[in-house]
């Protein structure tokens, strides 16, 4: 059983920048793809960006060369640097990973992005 925990969400101004982390317990090595989602108010839950076997990395349209996604294994731990945020970058964001065995999927339990314009 992996337990995944967010941190590092907040209020910002649009133009300005957070780094999300999700610490995954008891280690990260049993995970293979690990993501960030989000979900706005009212909206679905989307993919923002991934990366599996801590090297290929994927982005949605609307955050592609604003936000890097990242992975510290001695750390335990997946990052987001999220730059140049927008108000439309609101949304509680989500942690996910699916492990090595079996694929089995983990959820952290969000946290609160809010961009004030």
């Known amino acids: 059983q992996v337990q995944l925990v967010e941190s590092g969400g907040g209020l910002v101004q649009a133009g300005g920048s957070l780094r999300l982390s999700c610490a995954a317990s008891p280690s990260i090595l049993g995970l293979r793809t690990m993501g960030w989602y989000r979900q706005a108010p009212g909206g679905e839950r989307e993919l923002v960006a991934s990366?599996?076997?801590?090297?290929?990395?994927t982005y949605a349209d609307s955050v592609k060369g604003r936000f890097t996604v990242s992975r510290d294994n001695a750390k335990n731990t997946m990052y987001l640097q999220m730059n140049s945020l927008k108000p439309e970058d609101t949304a509680v964001y989500y942690c996910?990973?699916?492990?090595?065995?079996?694929?089995?999927?983990?959820w952290g339990q969000g946290t609160q992005v809010t961009v004030s314009s």
């Open positions: 990366i599996t076997n801590g090297v290929t990395t």
């Open positions: 996910e990973a699916k492990s090595w065995v079996w694929g089995r999927e983990y």
